[in-house]
């Protein structure tokens, strides 16, 4: 996979002061000697390196600096996060980098408090690697079973990413019995993404269930539990969510599932989601019954644990935006026994209402602290944000 490189270039007039430097060597520990350069008032002074830049963090530490910043982005044509803060005209330079920039590439400022070094490197950090993050899935290969062909509905998506699709036809299963072709499903599902290096798999599991007469569900829950983004239907824009968040961070695959829509209500906060498989450690407890729509075995009935904080989000498939809302899972299975739909339930309460649907399967993560990363992976990629908002300029968050 092509590597991620983001440059770190830290602009001032004045000479920099202990905080400042301090930042700058935080910054550098972390992210290497080569990424972060050194402080500079002119182009002129900057080292480039020969690689392709991914993203470029200017750290306007003073006033008079923004040409300086608009001809490095000229130069580079990166995204760029302007990290500045209150003193020495530091914010002002940073607003002129707004005003004066001639390439259309993704530019966000964030203030930071210029005592608070130690939090604002830890954040910054973590904001690059939600940055990182974007960059991997969007260049990631995928795993395609059974088919041989791209897709209709996936065409704008693909235009507008660089994602591989690398086509499985023959697959390895043992349908003697239903444990044997879970089993056997795993397994070989596993070598794929091994062996081929894949990020993630989906594919047709009606077309599968049809043949074999039980359905993947529970094999599909286990791969999640075992951190690898698998998605059913064939969903390929539900499948680059889930590999977002591998991407963000492993364990975030087994918190999280793809989601039928049931219901929104009249406000379009309260949002009620289904589907008959989750990974098995995403919920309090789970057990096996017959798969909604065809009655063979098995699908995976996961009691997800009520009041958890969570995030629902879901990318469009023209990849122009993305819906983005933390919430907390307000009721599970166990309340909504009598709904006829697919058999892990839960109704969502939204902290920001639902008023673009731009499709039918979200994914929803039983982790809200993953927002902040999502968020700025969207940035990144120059997705709109529908829901929850993330400013132009922003208090550095926490």
């Given at each position: 996979?092509?590597?991620f ?9 004045r ?10 060597e ?10 972060v ?5 002119r ?12 993203l470029?963090?200017?750290?306007v530490?003073s ?12 130069q580079?044509?990166a995204p ?5 803060h ?6 002002p ?6 005003e ?9 400022i964030l ?7 130690e ?5 910054l ?11 991997k ?5 995928i795993a ?5 062909s791209?897709?209709?509905e ?12 690398d ?14 072709f ?21 594919f ?12 993947p569900?529970?094999?599909?829950a286990?791969l999640?539990?075992?951190?690898i983004?698998v998605?059913?239907?064939?969903d ?9 968040l591998?991407?963000i ?16 209500d ?12 989750a990974?098995?450690s995403?919920?309090?407890r789970?057990e096996?019954d ?6 063979y ?17 879901r990318v469009s ?24 739909t697919c058999?892990t339930?839960?109704?969502i309460e939204?902290d920001?209402k639902?008023e673009?649907l731009?499709?039918n399967?979200?994914v ?6 993953v927002?902040?990363?999502l968020?700025?992976?969207?940035w990144y ?7 929850e908002p993330l ?6 968050p926490?």
């Amino acid at each position: 996979m092509t590597e991620f490189n983001c440059l770190v270039v830290p602009l001032s007039t004045r000479e920099v002061t202990d905080k400042d430097r301090e930042l700058i060597e935080r910054l550098r520990e972390s992210l290497g000697e080569k990424q972060v350069h050194d402080a500079v008032s002119r182009v002129s002074d900057i080292s480039l390196p020969d690689s392709r830049i991914d993203l470029l963090v200017l750290l306007v530490l003073s006033g008079g600096v923004s040409r300086t910043a608009v001809q490095l982005q000229l130069q580079l044509k990166a995204p760029t996060l302007i990290v500045c803060h209150g003193e020495d005209n530091s914010l002002p330079s940073a607003l002129g980098v707004l005003e004066r920039r001639l390439v259309e590439r993704p530019t966000l400022i964030l203030t930071y408090d210029r005592r608070q070094t130690e939090d604002t490197a830890r954040t910054l950090l973590r904001i690059i690697n939600a940055c990182r993050a974007a960059f991997k899935a969007l260049n990631a290969k995928i795993a395609v079973l059974f088919e041989d062909s791209i897709k209709a509905e996936w065409i704008s998506f693909l235009k507008r990413t660089d994602i591989r699709i690398d086509f499985v036809r023959e697959i390895i299963y043992d349908t003697s019995s239903y444990d044997n072709f879970i089993d056997s499903l795993v397994s070989s599902i596993e070598k794929i993404v091994t062996h081929r290096a894949a990020r993630g798999v989906t594919f047709d599991c009606f077309k599968l269930l049809r043949e074999v007469r039980m359905t993947p569900c529970l094999a599909v829950a286990k791969l999640l539990d075992r951190e690898i983004p698998v998605a059913c239907e064939c969903d390929l824009i539900s499948l680059f969510g889930q590999v977002l968040l591998k991407e963000i961070s492993s364990s975030l695959v087994r918190r999280s599932m793809i989601a039928n829509i049931v219901n929104v209500d009249d406000e379009g906060k309260v949002v009620t989601v289904a589907h008959c498989t989750a990974p098995l450690s995403m919920g309090t407890r789970w057990e096996l019954d017959k798969h909604f729509e065809t009655g063979y075995p098995s699908g995976v009935r996961s009691h997800l644990p009520v009041g958890t904080r969570c995030v629902l989000f879901r990318v469009s498939s023209k990849f122009d935006s993305m819906f983005l809302s933390r919430g907390t899972v307000i009721r599970n299975v166990s309340e909504l026994n009598d709904l006829r739909t697919c058999l892990t339930r839960a109704q969502i309460e939204l902290d920001f209402k639902m008023e673009h649907l731009l499709g039918n399967h979200h994914v929803l993560v039983l982790d809200e602290n993953v927002a902040l990363s999502l968020k700025f992976a969207a940035w990144y990629l120059g997705l709109k944000i529908h829901g929850e908002p993330l400013p132009q300029v922003m208090k550095m968050p926490t």
